[in-house]
Every structure is written in C-alpha cells, then in structure tokens.
C-alpha cells in the first residue's frame, strides 16, 4: 500500500506524529510519504516539502555529473524560496480577506503534480490551514482520482468558519470576570448551523480586516461532503463528540488517541545533552526555583500566555514559569522571572526539558499531545480541565483546574511540587499512549479503507 500524509501547517507535534505513522507504515511492508509545508522535516523517511520537487533534490546529489549536481542544487534552492515567497503571500491575503487555505494555487497544482508521480492508493490528511496550500485544489484531486481518505482532525479547523479552536473566552480572558461576555456559552456553537460573524477572527488564522466565515464554512461544507470514500480520525472523545454535530457528522469517526513514540521520549540519561539543553535556554539561572514548563507550537490569542504571567506572578520568587514556542517579541515582553525559549523541535532537548521540570503545564487542547510526552518523561502534568486535556490524565500523574482560574492553578502547582506524582506512575500512564498501539489502529482503518 502507498501512503501520503499531507500536513500543512508548522505544528512540530503533528509532524512528529505523521512521521511516526510513516515509520510504522514502513516497517510493516509499505511505502509512506511525508509531504509539509515546512521545515524541519525528518531525515530519516521519505518527505516532500510542499512546493518543491519529489526526490529532485537526492536524484541530484547522488549524481556523478558536477555540473547536473549544481544546477540541481540551485533549483532546488529556488523552489525553497519560491516555496516560502508563496507561504507569506497566502498569509498575507489572508490576514485582509479572511481566506486561509483558499490562495497559493500555483504551489498547490505543483505539489500535486508531484504527488501524482508517488501513486498514492490512500491519502492522510492532517492540519491544512497553514497557508500553504489550496484546500480546494486538494479536495477536488482526491474527488476525482477517487483516492481513500483518513482525515485526523488535530483541531476544529474542518467544519468551523474560521477558528481552530471554537471555546470562549476570547481575549482578555485571564480570570472569569474578564469574559467579554457572561451569556456566552463556554464552547461557541454557531459551526452546528452555520458561521457568521466570528468573535475569534482575531485568532489563528488570524484575519483582522474582512469576516468572511460564512463563506468559508459553506464552501468547506460543499467540498468536504463531495469526498465519497472519507473516514475522520480524532484524538480524543470531545472532539468525536463534536464532529457528531457538525456537517461531517455522515462520516464515520474513529477515536484514535494521540500517541507518544517512548523510544524518543524518555527520562534524559545523557549529561551532555542535558547540559547543552541547560546552558542553552538558561536553566542554570533558575538556581534553587522549581520548573514549571509550559510547551507548545506557538503562543497566539488563545494560547493563555498571559495566563502565564498571571500565575508567575502568584507563585513568586520560588518558581519560575517556563515557556517553549515564543517569539523574539513575546520572549522580550516576559515579565522578569519568567524564561522565554523559542519553538523546539529536537526531541532530545525536549526530553531535558521535561526531566528538568517539576511540572508540565498544558492550558491550550492544541498542545494536548504535550501532555503524554512530559510523562513519558516522568514528569507530572496540570492542565485546564477543558475540551480534550483531561482525557489525558489521572490523579496518578497530575491534576486539572478550572480554566483560567490562576488562584486554582498556583494552589495545584504548589500542592504537586510540594507532593510529586511518582514518575512511574507517570511513564505507565504514558504508556497507554504508546505508538505502537495507535499506529496499529491506523494501519487497520487503512485496510479497511482500501480493501488490502
């Protein structure tokens, strides 16, 4: 069987997660393909960067002839940056029209071109709305050549107008008096009936000029009900819950959990990589403060950064909260007594990070697969008891408050650094999240899907 999996977004998470779907694909007699919009990728599986050529790039090298090798090197090159040119195009349309995942077609009718010349007999979407690709272009190829589709929603992009993720509150919403509203529900609602108005447009992907949600929830409703041999993945039972009152709801929904590859996460033994990982984010000033870790992709309007500098400030001198995924920005308005590092994509690092906390704190669903990867690590974990997160844990190995009830949150994270979980009740939670157990559940979903 061939498989193409197709992520469009930097979401490192997802990326590691369709990696290792690949890896299992491989190892038990097929052939997968990675194909992202952005960088890194991994090494040590076949990938093709969206916009850029299949193979081109190892063809050249491998040959004998300098002057081919060149040439090709410097194609590949222009491609890259032809590749990256389009990306920041499509993001900046979209920032005025309220369009992501609609432009960048030239790019898209590339990639598919390339894609074609793989043969894919099943295709494995995952995030789309990473202002790489033309959605449309991408659903109508699939349309026509009639190709088996697993689709995993990572998060509620698919059937919603706009937003990524539909819970209130918006932005200020540190502390429940901050709501902008107390007669909103806590979950938006309009993506069961129809988008209109959106009171998130100001979110990833982010539009700050044209509210065009309703056209976009009526065109992905057009095209992604068009697809005849669709079946959609979620991590989690919420989101399933949700899928089942959305325009989707006549396809069927498998719960596959997120995974965690515990061959790659795993306390850090090494002194050398733990003492790079220290030196390199700052750890050694933290001096006698315990760690409280916060990790994700990004930090944009709905991530709860400044949730973070509210419990900094209420935890005081004895801890410092840590954040992963900033800005040099967001780095440089940190209030003093916070660390600041930039997204982390090295696994290794990550496990040092882990180890070297006291505690995980996961505020965003979009960051859920955080969760397992920190105790995988022995690390104990608090999150908001919202949407999927709670799925994850048990008293065991962390704890869930209220979101953003900072009061609540430096009352947990006091009472775990002060009584840890022990580690290896951690690491066997993780283990319920292990690769080998979701791989083999997708491989099954794709048998069933091609009939082989």
């Keep these: 069987m061939r498989i193409a999996h197709i992520h469009g977004t930097d979401n490192q998470t ?22 992202c919009g952005y960088d890194p990728v991994p090494g040590d599986i076949p990938c093709l960067r969206i916009g850029e050529t299949l193979l081109s790039p190892m063809e050249y090298r491998a040959a004998r002839n300098p002057l081919r090798r060149g040439i090709g090197s410097l194609l590949a090159k222009g491609r890259s940056i032809g590749a990256a040119a389009g990306r920041l195009m499509h993001r900046g349309f979209s920032l005025v029209t309220d369009r992501c995942g609609f432009y960048s077609s030239h790019t898209t009718r ?57 819970s209130y509150p918006i932005k200020p919403y540190l502390r429940p008096q901050d709501a902008p509203d107390a007669s909103l529900p806590a979950i938006c609602t309009q993506w069961q009936k129809g988008c209109e108005s959106c009171p998130m447009k100001h979110t990833h992907p982010a539009s700050y000029v044209l509210d065009q949600c309703n056209k976009n929830y009526l065109e992905k409703w057009t095209l992604f009900t068009s697809l005849r041999r669709l079946a959609l993945a979620s991590p989690s039972r919420c989101c399933s819950n949700e899928v089942k009152q959305s325009f989707l709801s006549a396809y069927p929904v ?53 949730d973070l500098k509210a419990l900094a400030k209420v935890l005081g001198s004895e801890y410092c909260v840590a954040a992963t995924g900033l800005t040099g920005r967001q780095i440089r308005s940190l209030p003093e007594g916070m660390l600041g590092m930039p997204a982390v994509t090295d696994p290794a690092e990550m496990c040092a990070l882990y180890t070297a906390a006291d505690l995980l704190l996961c505020t965003d669903p979009l960051s859920a697969a955080r969760l397992p990867e920190a105790m995988a690590c022995g690390t104990q974990v608090l999150c908001y008891d919202t949407a999927a997160l709670p799925e994850y844990i048990t008293s065991r190995c962390g704890a869930a408050v209220p979101p953003g009830d900072i009061a609540a949150a430096a009352h947990t994270v006091r009472k775990l650094c002060t009584v840890p979980k022990d580690p290896m009740a951690c690491m066997e939670q993780a283990a319920q999240y292990r690769s080998e157990r979701c791989c083999e559940g997708y491989l099954a979903l794709y048998r069933r899907m091609t009939g082989r």
């Design 14 to 35: 997802i990326t590691r997660f369709a990696a290792d779907l690949c890896r299992h694909a491989a190892a038990a007699g097929h052939k997968a393909l990675l194909c």
């Design 254 to 306: 498998h719960t596959l959990p997120g995974m965690v590859n515990l061959r790659a996460f795993t306390p850090c033994g090494d002194e050398q990589t733990m003492q790079r990982t220290v030196e390199r984010y700052h750890l050694d000033l933290l001096e006698d403060r315990r760690l409280v870790l916060c990790a994700a992709d990004r930090w944009d309007g709905q991530n709860s950064l400044d």
């Design 110 to 166: 590339h990639f598919l071109r390339q894609l074609d010349k793989f043969q894919p007999d099943l295709v494995h979407l995952h995030s789309l709305h990473g202002c790489c690709l033309n959605v449309p272009l991408v659903i109508d190829y699939l349309r026509e050549r009639d190709i088996p589709v697993v689709w995993t929603l990572h998060d509620n992009w698919a059937y919603t107008g706009h937003c990524v993720r539909n």
